[in-house]
């Protein structure tokens, strides 16, 4: 068994009791199994000196679409020309993907891990939802499966032009041959509960199949306006419910209670010049606060992580130790997970190496590339 000690880091972000300083920790089997000050450190097979660099765990994306083919670049321009952002573009995305074969969705699929790892992303949901027939949902999730075990169903993404006349049809094939077909490949069932989208009832229907199959539950909700998403999301105990830009008092407390993360996605509010969350509110009422990319080819082609930190702590209120913690531990909560988003006793050492004294240049630097290196024990 060889083991490695990564040491002479200028400041340890381990989500644990606190951050260290002149830290060290100790990788074994691919779990960190000692951590602590440097001049303490235990003798290793192996030596990795940072150089006084800071040191964090790996993001945790626990929300993304990388299950696609083509490309709405003219889409965002015309957003940028006041265009406003609507659910329905979507079906764009759904024509070309069907039209796609298998090996081109896995290429794509590839490239943007690839293109998340180097940006320290080392844990990555992704989601189907952009083929919306029995066999381009089940073939899409087929294949993000060899590459992650966060997969989710997300049969309701829009109701396809097909089923435009019968709304009611398309979610009875969701709830039923979709799902049958879907269900082997997913951990999650989601569902879009938007204007434009999926009213509550229907969003019930389709959470309620899929987790009386066995899948976690997760939810689209409150993007475009204020509606019933996310108390649904409190209401059947999901995991998580996702964008959380318009809320009410009641849906704030709603989630405080019920223990649901809510999950923002600055990119989105970036990417369709929505209104912000407010996540300083929502920390501050006791709310547990992930951030995630939301990398998809409409309304949100980033996957940034540490762009998305910079944005929070900008644009939505958190300070850059807590826009952090949302981006690591807070995705691991998101996702039901405790082996990730912590540099701790029995994690996974899955750690991203920053060219940096700390991890308050994620914030500080906004755009600049400080990943210098990422370990990680993920699949």
Same mark, same amino acid.
């Given at each position: 068994?060889?083991?490695?000690?990564?040491?002479?880091?200028?400041?340890?972000?381990?989500?644990?009791?606190?951050?260290?300083?002149?830290?060290?920790?100790?990788?074994?089997?691919?779990?960190?199994?000692?951590?602590?000050?440097?001049?303490?450190?235990?003798?290793?097979?192996?030596?990795?000196?940072?150089?006084?660099?800071?040191?964090?765990?790996?993001?945790?994306?626990?929300?993304?679409?990388?299950?696609?083919?083509?490309?709405?670049?003219?889409?965002?321009?015309?957003?940028?020309?006041?265009?406003?952002?609507?659910?329905?573009?979507?079906?764009?995305?759904?024509?070309?993907?069907?039209?796609?074969?298998?090996?081109?969705?896995?290429?794509?699929?590839?490239?943007?891990?690839?293109?998340?790892?180097?940006?320290?992303?080392?844990?990555?949901?992704?989601?189907?939802?952009?083929?919306?027939?029995?066999?381009?949902?089940?073939?899409?999730?087929?294949?993000?499966?060899?590459?992650?075990?966060?997969?989710?169903?997300?049969?309701?993404?829009?109701?396809?032009?097909?089923?435009?006349?019968?709304?009611?049809?398309?979610?009875?094939?969701?709830?039923?041959?979709?799902?049958?077909?879907?269900?082997?490949?997913?951990?999650?069932?989601?569902?879009?509960?938007?204007?434009?989208?999926?009213?509550?009832?229907?969003?019930?229907?389709? &959470?309620? =199949?899929?987790? #009386?199959?066995?899948?976690?539950?997760?939810?689209? /909700?409150?993007? +475009?306006?204020?509606? !019933? $998403? %996310?108390?649904?999301?409190?209401?059947?105990?999901?995991?998580?419910?996702?964008?959380?830009?318009?809320?009410?008092?009641?849906?704030?407390?709603?989630?405080?209670?019920?223990?649901?993360?809510?999950?923002?996605?600055?990119?989105?509010?970036?990417?369709?010049?929505?209104?912000?969350?407010?996540?300083?509110?929502?920390?501050?009422?006791?709310?547990?606060?992930?951030?995630?990319?939301?990398?998809?080819?409409?309304?949100?082609?980033?996957?940034?992580?540490?762009?998305?930190?910079?944005?929070?702590?900008?644009?939505?209120?958190?300070?850059?130790?807590?826009?952090?913690?949302?981006?690591?531990?807070?995705?691991?909560?998101?996702?039901?997970?405790?082996?990730?988003?912590?540099?701790? &006793?029995? =994690?996974?050492? #899955?750690?991203?190496?920053?060219?940096?004294?700390? /991890?308050?240049? +994620?914030?500080?630097? !906004? $755009? %600049?590339?400080?990943?210098?290196?990422?370990?990680?024990?993920?699949?």
């Amino acid at each position: 068994m060889t083991s490695l000690l990564v040491t002479n880091v200028s400041e340890l972000t381990t989500n644990g009791e606190r951050t260290l300083t002149a830290a060290a920790f100790v990788v074994e089997r691919g779990l960190v199994a000692w951590v602590g000050d440097a001049a303490a450190a235990p003798a290793t097979d192996e030596v990795q000196d940072v150089g006084g660099r800071a040191v964090i765990p790996g993001f945790v994306d626990s929300h993304s679409h990388l299950l696609f083919a083509g490309d709405r670049s003219a889409e965002f321009a015309a957003r940028m020309s006041g265009t406003p952002y609507a659910a329905g573009g979507i079906r764009t995305t759904v024509a070309a993907t069907r039209a796609a074969a298998d090996e081109q969705l896995e290429a794509n699929l590839v490239r943007h891990l690839a293109e998340m790892r180097r940006q320290g992303t080392t844990t990555v949901e992704t989601k189907s939802g952009y083929g919306l027939t029995v066999h381009d949902e089940a073939r899409a999730l087929a294949v993000a499966r060899r590459y992650t075990e966060e997969t989710t169903f997300l049969g309701a993404h829009v109701v396809p032009a097909e089923y435009a006349d019968d709304p009611a049809g398309y979610v009875d094939l969701v709830t039923g041959p979709m799902l049958d077909a879907a269900a082997p490949h997913a951990r999650w069932i989601d569902a879009f509960c938007e204007t434009g989208a999926f009213d509550a009832d229907q969003a019930r229907a389709v &959470l309620t =199949a899929g987790m #009386d199959r066995g899948l976690g539950g997760r939810l689209h /909700a409150n993007q +475009l306006t204020e509606g !019933p $998403g %996310v108390r649904l999301a409190c209401e059947l105990g999901l995991a998580a419910v996702d964008h959380c830009t318009y809320l009410a008092a009641d849906d704030v407390s709603a989630l405080r209670d019920s223990g649901t993360v809510a999950t923002l996605l600055p990119g989105v509010e970036f990417s369709t010049r929505h209104p912000y969350p407010d996540a300083r509110a929502l920390v501050d009422a006791g709310v547990t606060v992930a951030l995630a990319s939301d990398c998809n080819p409409g309304s949100c082609y980033t996957s940034s992580m540490p762009f998305c930190i910079a944005l929070a702590v900008r644009e939505m209120g958190l300070t850059p130790a807590e826009a952090v913690w949302s981006a690591t531990a807070g995705g691991a909560r998101a996702l039901g997970r405790d082996d990730v988003g912590r540099l701790t &006793l029995g =994690a996974r050492a #899955d750690h991203v190496v920053l060219d940096a004294p700390s /991890a308050v240049h +994620l914030a500080y630097r !906004p $755009g %600049v590339p400080l990943v210098a290196h990422v370990g990680s024990s993920a699949r």
